[in-house]
């Protein structure tokens, strides 16, 4: 087969091979110059778009397949620092055994995985622990409110274990969150938890009636799903800014952890 070959330039310093172009004789050397060939033909045509097109996204996926390997890894190892320095705070690292408001004994590993906004308090309390406690059930009310939220588990520790039995919690919780978890036990028992969180609780001398005031640390604090304590949020704060503040937690919690959770 034959047909015609046109190069661009000098041929003798090399010039481009042109295919195709019409048979042009007589014409300047650095101009495309054609003669008719009987080489071997000239094969199948070059990649066609779709190929081009189809190689550029295996390219383009490739890289952004490295990218995300790289970028994945860099929060996890963001996320095992602050892993680290967290448990470096100290606060909340012991673990406790407690009864629920239903008798159930409950451990602190039963909360691993989820999200606790935890208060330590006693239910003969007059006023600071049910403002507490509304406080923080009206912010996991609002957090419940907001589907990009995983639930938040509110939960009360009593420092009265004398008087706060699991019937008294039981009572007690309904006031509140539907999901609260009122935890009682043993003073020793109960004592450990609230050493754990570093809470100050001291009982008042007992008027006539045998009835006393218990003072004690009056804080809300936030747990991770890996159990570590994560804030505090003192009787300043108000249930919006607590809101904002877990909510904010949960966000860059979950951009270093993108591994959706467990059940
Ligand atoms: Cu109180």
Same mark, same amino acid.
């Given at each position: ?55 550029? =996204? @295996? ?28 448990? !470096? ?10 009864? #629920?408001?239903?008798? !159930? ?6 909360? @691993? ?22 406080? =923080? ?19 009360? +520790?009593?420092? #009265?274990?004398?008087?706060? #039995? ?13 999901? @609260? +978890?009122? =935890? ?35 804080? +809300? ?8 304590? =994560? ?9 919006? !800014? ?7 937690? +949960?966000?860059?919690?979950?951009? @270093?952890?993108? !591994?959706?959770?467990?059940?």
């Amino acid at each position: 087969m034959s047909w015609f070959r046109c190069i661009v330039g000098d041929v003798r310093g090399g010039g481009r091979l042109l295919r195709g172009l019409p048979q042009s004789p007589g014409l300047p050397q650095r101009t495309p110059r054609c003669f008719l060939s009987r080489g071997p033909g000239p094969g199948p045509p070059g990649p066609g778009l779709r190929t081009r097109v189809g190689v550029g =996204l @295996l390219v383009g996926g490739g890289l952004l397949a490295a990218w995300w390997f790289v970028d994945s890894e860099k929060r996890q190892n963001q996320r095992r620092r602050r892993v680290e320095q967290l448990k !470096q705070v100290s606060l909340g690292q012991g673990v406790f055994s407690l009864l #629920d408001h239903r008798g !159930q004994r409950r451990t602190k590993a039963d909360f @691993l995985g989820r999200w606790v906004l935890l208060y330590f308090g006693f239910t003969h309390c007059p006023d600071i622990c049910p403002e507490e406690l509304d406080k =923080l059930s009206a912010a996991v009310s609002a957090l419940d409110r907001d589907a990009s939220m995983p639930p938040v588990q509110p939960v009360f +520790i009593t420092v #009265d274990p004398e008087r706060d #039995d699991a019937a008294a919690l039981d009572r007690y919780v309904k006031d509140f969150h539907p999901r @609260l +978890i009122g =935890l009682t036990g043993t003073p020793e028992e109960v004592k450990h938890a609230g050493r754990d969180y570093r809470v100050y609780a001291s009982a008042g001398p007992k008027d006539e009636d045998g009835d006393y005031i218990v003072d004690h640390t009056i804080l +809300i604090y936030l747990i991770s799903p890996d159990g570590l304590f =994560l804030d505090y949020y003192n009787r300043m704060k108000s249930q919006d !800014q607590i809101t904002e503040s877990v909510r904010n937690h +949960i966000k860059n919690y979950e951009q @270093l952890d993108p !591994q959706p959770e467990g059940p």
